[in-house]
Each structure stands twice: as C-alpha cells, then as structure tokens.
C-alpha cells in the first residue's frame, strides 16, 4: 500500500485506540486518541509484588493501589456523575506515582526498572478514562477481535517492511470497527483508495448502520 494511502487509513480511525504497551504499539505512537491497557500494568505490578527484592514489592503495590484507585472511580462514574472531576481528584496520587515512577528508572530490579519506564513513557494514556469513563478500562476485548489477526500472521509469516506491519495494523482495526458498527469494511476501504487517488481527503468512518 502506498505511503499516502496508508496514512490517509490512520487518519480516519478517530475512535480512541487501545494498547497493552506491546512491540507493535510504536504503530499508534503519533494517535492522539490513544490510551493504554490498565489490566496489563496490573499483572505486572502484581508480578513485583511477588517478588523477593523489598524495592520491586513496594513499588508493586504503590503502582497497584493507584491503579485500583483509578479503576473505581471510573466504575463509580458509569453509574453516575462523579461529585468532582475525576482528574482533579486523582491529580496528587498520579503525582506520586511519577515521583516514584521517576526514583525507579535506574533501579537495580529489572522488571522494577522497566514498569517505571513504562509508566513514564506513556503516563498520560494510562489516565484517559479519568477524563472519559466511558471508555474501556482494558483491551481484552480488542485482543479476542484480533485473536485471528494473529493467527494469520503466523500462517502468513508476517510482513517484510516497518510499513507492511504498519498497514496491516491500521486494516485490522478499520475491517473490526466496520464489522462492529455492521457496515462493510471493504466499501470503505474502496472509498478511502478512490478518494486519495483523486488526492481528495479520506472519508471519515460512517456512523453504525
């Protein structure tokens, strides 16, 4: 696909993109509808506080008590208007977290080290839901739609470029947001390669059917 095309695709994904942090999200990185995962912090904070270091235990649970924090707030929110904005609420735990985030990035504990980079890296996108409770709180959901993108690229081998594996990402979540929303991917897609072949702007995603 050519560069233009591919782009012109990125852009019409409007919806907000969900991500576990993985080797692919580099993909997403310049999306700013983007948020991350909490359920994957979560198992890895939960890793730490297992551990034998002291260090990684601590941070483990600080990084899990934030989390829990954040995730019934935005709970309570779905039921209800929340009394205060949930940002503003959370705004001095969050700054503890990327203090403590920050003291750990040159810790001696691995995985210590790497969940505060992390965390650091992407801090903003783990707290979107504060500002939208509407928004998922995990990608599970995500992850079962792409099961069989998966499965595909294991038969298939992968692609062969950084813009191959770049393409594939933005098809695969624009073919499960038509298939969701009961339109059809590939009149869409049709739409978006007519339209910049005539150097016209992309068409926006429709509306669900």
Known sequence: MRPEIFNAG????????????????????DVDNRLRCLAHVQRKARGL?????????????AVNRCLKAVMDSVYAAREGPPPMDLRQHHAEQ??????LSLAQVDAAHAKTRALARELLNDFDTFWVTLDHPELPLTNNEAERALRHWVIARRISQ???????????AVLASVIETCRKRGLSPWDFITQVVTERRRAQPAPQLPAAA
């Open 49 to 61: 506080e297992e551990s034998l270091d002291r260090q990684a235990r601590a941070f483990g649970e």
């Open 158 to 168: 992968g692609t062969r470029t950084a813009q191959g594996s770049r393409t594939v």
């Open 10 to 29: 990125l852009r019409v994904l409007s919806a907000a993109i969900s991500e576990d942090g993985g080797n692919c999200c580099w993909a997403y990185r």
């Open 94 to 99: 969050l700054n503890a977290l990327w203090c």
